[in-house]
């Protein structure tokens, strides 16, 4: 069972991939079913990190960005694509408990929640610097 932060995160994270949708020329109910199922890895209790798991489910099912599912938060992905790039962004805009916060406010959450050293901290801390190197959204 995922946390009431949790569904607050992910809700908050697909209305924002609707929203900057629209800036990219993207089906904006498209990115809001993206964004809502992005941690969908986490309903299942498995050896694998959240987002091995969501791709595996979502592929089986034939979904078609079940890759930026799979890639999400991972700073070298041999993959890339608009959509991933706004799935991180999206995702790094959205603390723990919903709410819209900047990348350094997101990245001192990961970092209280997961500790400094964590992979959880050093990987998104890699992603947020890449999209500030891209100007993704004026970043």
């Given at each position: 069972?995922?946390?009431?932060n949790?569904?607050?995160?992910?809700?908050?994270?697909?209305?924002?991939?609707?929203?900057?949708?629209?800036?990219l020329n993207l089906?904006?109910?498209?990115m809001f079913?993206l964004?809502y199922?992005?941690?969908?890895?986490?309903?299942?209790d498995?050896?694998?990190?959240?987002?091995?798991?969501?791709e595996?489910?979502?592929t089986?099912?034939g979904?078609?960005?079940?890759?930026?599912?799979?890639y999400?938060?991972?700073?070298n992905?041999?993959?890339s694509?608009?959509?991933?790039?706004?799935?991180n962004?999206c995702?790094m805009?959205?603390?723990?408990?919903?709410r819209?916060?900047s990348?350094?406010?997101?990245?001192l959450?990961?970092k209280t929640r997961?500790?400094?050293?964590s992979?959880?901290?050093?990987?998104?801390?890699?992603?947020a610097?890449?999209l500030?190197q891209k100007?993704f959204l004026?970043?």
């Amino acid at each position: 069972m995922i946390s009431e932060n949790r569904t607050k995160h992910i809700i908050a994270v697909a209305n924002l991939m609707r929203e900057k949708a629209k800036l990219l020329n993207l089906n904006e109910d498209d990115m809001f079913l993206l964004g809502y199922l992005h941690d969908v890895g986490y309903f299942k209790d498995e050896t694998l990190n959240h987002g091995q798991v969501g791709e595996i489910i979502l592929t089986r099912n034939g979904y078609k960005y079940a890759k930026e599912i799979l890639y999400h938060g991972n700073p070298n992905p041999d993959y890339s694509s608009v959509e991933l790039d706004l799935l991180n962004y999206c995702d790094m805009h959205i603390d723990g408990t919903g709410r819209l916060v900047s990348f350094e406010e997101r990245l001192l959450d990961i970092k209280t929640r997961h500790g400094e050293d964590s992979l959880a901290y050093q990987n998104s801390k890699a992603v947020a610097e890449k999209l500030k190197q891209k100007h993704f959204l004026g970043e």
